[in-house]
């Protein structure tokens, strides 16, 4: 497969996922909304050392001038400054080196971000920037005007952006402009295993399938059948993080934006196809029955040997302590895996993604930031910056960090991502918890889809108005 040796800072990583941290609702079959993962800036940071600091002094924006307003309001749940006792991220110190900025965090939290946005745009103080990787920015907060389009002050079209970003903020477009500068793309989702569960129970490694091209869903099926056993609480797959990501693999999201147009895939042959198959599995007793254990995902289980699988988003290995997966050197993983019938191996993609607020005060400092993040992802030497402090910080090994890139260049050739929680709360509240009901609670698909199409599609008929007539 083609090498694209090209990475994101420490920082930059958990950027994209900062957000996405799940937890259960008891009672239910549903996980909960995103926590409130607040990071804020602290007095003593990790200082970059001298030689990582030359690394960055040395690359060449190709605009040295220092902004005549440097300042870049951030409005967000989380801060873009270094957080106690980790290192300041590659982008920040570019930015800081390079044009004389700096990040103003204005703390919100995840429930109150979108009231506190509107209080501030309709009050006139506007902040910059706004964080858009959990896709629930666009395109309604876009179409309810809340924020502005980034292409007056950047170009979409320059070398800077890399090929999983190009497409993804394309996608993000209204009347042909861009809502949302995607600057990085990392592994929505990946199947997290332990490497001795695996030996002891005569499987062979996902990992080695991938390398023989044959990960895939009737490969990951048989594996599941292999090692499942209800009967003494061995099962194949626990997490939130499964059904929505298997879908995605299809190459059809739930939700689509194309020209900037919303569609619906519910009523397509792909998701008939991927929930039958998910909905064969519950049948077969694969999934960890979550009622049983007051709907709280298990993730100790890998390190027990008696889960199998972990699918989850791939921050959830960026932890000091991954015991619950297993001791260092037994943690592996792998991408979700490829739909056999599909014509390319599709992806689920998380994204470092922002949105420029509404008559932002500084859009040029905004945009001179997003230009610092591009080029800490592109610049082959931050790569090394980046390795160490996965080894250093969470014990990584080398086989991890090789499957970080290969799952990395995986998602960018072909990243896929869902607009369901971005388009309006209806639609989310419509399609969140039916996509689950055939892998959660065995419920046939074709009855879950005739009582839900008609309504999404009613709402989606609605807003593609409100985009004709406005953009």
Not at 163 to 174: E, I, N, Q, R, V
Not at 386 to 402: L, N, S
Not at 422 to 432: E, I, K, P, Q
Request: proline content about 5%; aromatic content about 10%; overall charge negative.
């Amino acid at each position: 497969m083609k090498k694209i040796r090209k990475t994101i800072s420490f920082i930059s990583a958990l950027a994209i996922t900062a957000s996405m941290t799940a937890c259960a609702d008891s009672g239910t079959q549903t996980e909960s909304e995103t926590l409130p993962l607040q990071t804020t800036a602290a007095t003593e940071p990790k200082v970059l050392n001298e030689e990582d600091k030359a690394v960055i002094a040395e690359m060449d924006t190709g605009d040295d001038e220092k902004l005549e307003n440097g300042t870049v309001k951030w409005l967000s749940f989380w801060d873009l400054n270094p957080a106690n006792g980790k290192p300041k991220s590659t982008e920040l110190e570019l930015f800081e080196t390079k044009y004389g900025g700096k990040i103003e965090y204005i703390p919100t939290t995840y429930e109150t971000r979108y009231s506190d946005l509107s209080i501030q745009v309709l009050g006139g103080t506007s902040p910059d920037l706004f964080p858009a990787a959990d896709l629930d920015t666009f395109p309604g907060k876009a179409i309810s005007g809340m924020f502005d389009p980034f292409d007056d002050y950047l170009d979409f079209n320059s070398d800077l952006w890399s090929t999983g970003a190009k497409k993804l903020s394309d996608a993000h477009t209204l009347g042909g402009k861009h809502y949302v500068a995607v600057v990085g793309t990392d592994a929505g989702a990946v199947c997290i295993y332990n490497k001795r569960t695996i030996e002891e129970n005569g499987l062979q490694d996902p990992a080695e399938l991938l390398e023989e091209g044959n990960w895939n869903w009737d490969t990951f099926k048989d594996m599941c059948v292999e090692f499942a056993d209800p009967e003494n609480k061995k099962y194949a797959f626990d997490g939130w993080w499964f059904e929505i990501n298997f879908l995605l693999t299809t190459g059809k999201p739930v939700i689509d934006m194309r020209d900037g147009v919303i569609t619906s895939n519910l009523l397509s042959a792909e998701m008939e196809r991927a929930e039958n198959f998910m909905l064969d599995m519950n049948k077969m007793n694969l999934p960890l029955p979550k009622a049983e254990y007051d709907w709280v995902e298990q993730p100790q289980k890998i390190a027990e040997g008696t889960t199998l699988f972990y699918p989850c988003g791939i921050w959830a290995l960026y932890e000091a302590d991954l015991s619950k997966f297993g001791a260092e050197g037994e943690i592996m993983f792998v991408p979700m895996p490829k739909d056999p019938d599909a014509d390319k191996y599709y992806l689920p993609s998380g994204v470092d993604a922002y949105a420029l607020c509404k008559s932002a005060p500084n859009p040029e400092g905004a945009a001179a930031f997003m230009k610092c993040k591009l080029m800490a992802i592109g610049d082959e030497r931050t790569q090394e910056i980046a390795e160490k402090q996965y080894r250093e910080d969470y014990g990584w090994t080398d086989e991890m960090i090789d499957m970080w890139h290969t799952t990395k260049e995986l998602t960018n050739e072909n990243p896929v991502v869902d607009f369901y929680a971005g388009v309006s709360s209806d639609v989310y509240d419509m399609v969140h918890n039916p996509i689950k009901d055939a892998s959660y609670n065995g419920k046939d698909w074709a009855t879950t889809r005739d009582e839900i199409s008609g309504a999404v599609q009613n709402e989606l008929d609605e807003l593609n108005k409100q985009i004709e007539a406005s953009f």
